[in-house]
């Protein structure tokens, strides 16, 4: 991979107030990774690449990533990213609605990272536990979602996503199949190890 593009891509995605992932929560996935190195890794949430790219230096030889995102600009500076990163033989990008695209994938993965629209996290886990290797690891993004999660007075614009956000974390720590750990690394990260 490309070092210094990649620093120009993070740079460049904050000067834009795209949120990629955060310094403290991709540390944390990487420990992961490198533990447990992944031969493939399904992402929903492309934006323009960002964690994509640092993912996949963590892949199995001959890995991959499979990435999903809706904003046509966003998929346009993501492909460029990737190519000037260097990995275009490691990730590739599904354009298009998630919650159309995840019930068509055929394939199964050791790792799916959540990071998209938080309203949306129930259906999400439900199409991550269909598509998981024995032994997989579920990591989802921004579950504590600025502590909106843990109080009861939110905006009646946050009210979806905090709902979805709690049902989620219900979800996770209730399931037989998963071992989960929440950790307040940046907007929150779950991690749910399958067991069974
Ligand atoms: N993982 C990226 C950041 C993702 S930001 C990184 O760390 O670099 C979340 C992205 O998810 C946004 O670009 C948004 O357009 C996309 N998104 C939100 N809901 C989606 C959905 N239902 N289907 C596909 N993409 C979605
Ligand atoms: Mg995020």
Do not use: W
Request: charged content about 30%; glycine content about 4%.
């Amino acid at each position: 991979m490309n070092k210094i593009e990649l620093q120009n891509i993070k740079k460049k995605a904050l000067e834009e107030k795209i949120p990629i992932i955060m310094d403290d929560t991709l540390e944390v996935i990487s420990k992961i990774l490198k533990e447990q190195p992944p031969f493939k890794i399904l992402e929903i949430g492309t934006a323009v690449g960002y964690s994509a790219i640092c993912f996949s230096e963590y892949l199995q030889p001959n890995g991959y990533i499979d990435t999903i995102e809706r904003d046509e600009a966003r998929v346009k500076e993501a492909k460029q990213n990737i190519k000037k990163a260097e990995v275009e033989d490691k990730i590739n990008i599904y354009e298009g609605d998630a919650v159309e695209i995840l019930p068509t994938l055929k394939d199964t993965y050791d790792i799916v990272f959540i990071d998209a629209a938080k309203g949306k996290y129930p259906f999400f886990l439900k199409e991550a536990m269909r598509c998981l290797n024995k032994n997989g690891i579920i990591i989802a993004d921004n579950v504590l979602y600025k502590g909106y999660v843990m109080s009861n007075y939110n905006k009646h614009k946050q009210r979806t996503a905090v709902r979805n956000l709690r049902e989620y974390i219900a979800e996770i720590t209730e399931s037989p199949n998963l071992e989960t750990q929440i950790l307040e690394v940046g907007d929150g990260l779950a991690i749910s190890k399958r067991k069974d």
